[in-house]
């Protein structure tokens, strides 16, 4: 690998945008936990054992076992623009004995999944990465069933990190209604509630 693209990865881990499978080894390191537990991120999901959930954006899957054992009889889809990244997840779900796990490689700006599908969208600093938030929420919302939901976690020290009030904003201008942010200013989980049609 040549220096060029080695200041490359290094911009793109370290600054605004799609943080680089190279440098995953990142997102597992022990101070995350700290920060953002993954038994947080699944006790914040409001879902049954039965749901059907998509988490955007997994990384090397640091949330995504805890995730899915909080939907043990439902599916947790795991999608990523990252085919490598992926990769990772499937050896950490599998070394968890995870089975109601599957993967997709797309684009959360177009979801491949039929129209109220989904009970739960969730993603963990992630969201400050999607170039283009209006269609990604557009997409979380069509996919989303009634009363479905969407949260969305953040955490310092992301380059990516949005307030829970500008996100807030972000929802409710596209069909949802966010609730109060659970946590504290830097560390948060906004949800925000696909209404009844």
């Known amino acids: 690998m040549d220096l060029s693209r080695h200041v490359g990865i290094l911009r793109r881990a370290f600054g605004v945008g799609v943080f680089p499978h190279e440098m995953s080894w990142i997102l597992d390191l022990p101070g995350r ?26 990384g090397s899957g640091h949330y995504s076992v805890a ?28 070394a968890a004995g995870i089975d109601n796990a599957r993967l997709q490689v797309a684009a959360g700006t177009a979801l491949p999944f039929d129209d109220a599908c989904l009970d739960a969208v969730f993603l963990v600093t992630v969201f ?17 069933k009634d009363d479905g939901v969407i949260a969305i976690t953040e955490h310092h020290p992301d ?29 948060y989980t906004l949800h925000g509630r696909k209404a009844a049609a």
């Not at 439902?74 to 779900?93: F, S, V, W, Y």
């Open 33 to 58: 936990g700290w920060i953002m537990p993954p038994s947080t991120v699944a006790e914040r999901l409001p879902v049954g054992p039965d749901a059907h959930v998509l988490e955007v954006g997994p």
């Open 159 to 187: 380059p990516d990190f949005e307030s829970a009030e500008a996100v807030a904003d972000k929802l409710r201008a596209h069909g949802f209604v966010p609730s109060a942010p659970l946590g504290w200013r830097w560390a």
């Open 128 to 144: 400050g990465e999607i170039a283009d938030q209006a269609a990604f929420l557009e997409e979380a919302h069509r996919v989303l």
């Open 67 to 94: 995730a899915a054992r909080k939907v043990p009889q439902g599916t947790l889809t795991l999608l990523d623009l990252q085919p490598e990244m992926l990769a990772k997840c499937a050896r950490r779900l599998e």
